[in-house]
């Protein structure tokens, strides 16, 4: 099956750091785009990273910069969202997705999705 599997969330204080984990099967990320968005409850989804392995671009949204980090790792097929000093405005699920990433304008989902991991920071 060609699918992504987004893992790593769960319950954090506020100030404390989650590794999201975004692993595939069925195809690899060396000739892709990976993006993680967000959405909380009564929210619009919003755009929070994304890579592309093609030309290095990388994309933060503004509300994440200086405390969030995306990476790659081929050898394991996995993208990462290393998340620090978390808010409890950071809750949400998030979703790992192949998308259109540009550092200028943003990410727009373009094909799979994995399903939710439940981010919950406490204050």
């Known amino acids: 099956d060609v699918q992504l599997q987004a893992s790593g969330g769960g319950l954090v204080q506020a100030g404390g750091s989650l590794r999201l984990s975004c692993a595939a099967s069925?195809?690899?990320?060396?000739?892709?785009?990976i993006g993680w968005f967000r959405q909380a409850p009564g929210k619009e989804r919003e755009g929070v990273s994304c890579?592309?392995?093609?030309?290095?671009?990388?994309y933060y949204a503004d509300s994440v910069k200086g405390r969030f980090t995306i990476s790659s790792d081929n050898a394991k097929n996995t993208v990462y969202l290393q998340m620090n000093s978390l808010k409890p405005e950071d809750t949400a699920a998030y979703y790992c997705?192949?998308?259109?990433?540009?550092?200028?304008?943003?990410?727009?989902?373009?094909?799979?999705w994995g399903q939710g991991t439940q981010v919950t920071v406490s204050s």
């Open positions: 997705a192949q998308v259109v990433c540009s550092s200028r304008y943003g990410q727009v989902g373009n094909g799979l």
């Open positions: 069925g195809f690899t990320f060396d000739d892709d785009a």
């Open positions: 890579f592309d392995s093609r030309d290095g671009d990388i």
